[in-house]
């Protein structure tokens, strides 16, 4: 993916946790996932000096 792929990904990750009826079984696999997604943007941002 590209970075503003994956940065999108992410911010909408972010609400969807937040949503209503979500157990919490569903909130920490999205957290997981969440966190990967962040650790490869953050990756991104290094290596082509994003800021």
Known sequence: ???KELQIV???LQHY???QGAT???VEQ???LLA???NEVDEMKN?????
């Open 36 to 38: 990967k997604v962040t």
């Open 47 to 51: 290596k082509y000096n994003i800021k």
């Open 30 to 32: 999205e957290k997981r």
């Open 1 to 3: 993916m590209k970075y």
């Open 10 to 12: 992410k911010h909408s």
């Open 24 to 26: 919490p079984k569903d």
């Open 17 to 19: 946790i937040t949503r």
